[in-house]
């Protein structure tokens, strides 16, 4: 158990300062869990999650999307379209103010999301 949260730490060690595992960095507030749309930038991941919002006027939901810019520590292997759980920390740049902290289990998602 690492960082106050129930987390398994990984394997593998880094020199990143920016690891909450191996380096300085803190995490506080909340965490969320999301996909990995884009691995495109360097040490960040971009965390897509997709959730319904209720339309009053015509009694119906429609999906809106966030998009969260997390770092990606190098003990960490992720890679697009896996689920992964990220936690909130210092603003680390201009967009980013999370951090990467574990890849959940795929059969863990297939069994709570459903085939609906």
Known sequence: ?????????P????SD?????HGTLSVRGQTVEGEVASTDMEKTVVVE???DVKVPKYDRFMKR??????????????????????????????TKSHVVVERVAAEAT???GGDD
């Open 1 to 9: 158990m690492a960082l106050g949260l129930n987390v398994p730490k």
């Open 11 to 14: 394997e593998t060690t880094c």
């Open 17 to 21: 300062p920016n690891c909450p595992f």
């Open 49 to 51: 999650r997709e959730y």
């Open 65 to 94: 999307r966030s998009r969260i810019s997390a770092h990606h520590p190098d003990c960490l292997d992720v890679s697009v379209g896996d689920t992964v759980r990220i936690a909130e920390t210092r603003p680390l740049s201009k």
């Open 110 to 112: 297939a069994a709570a």
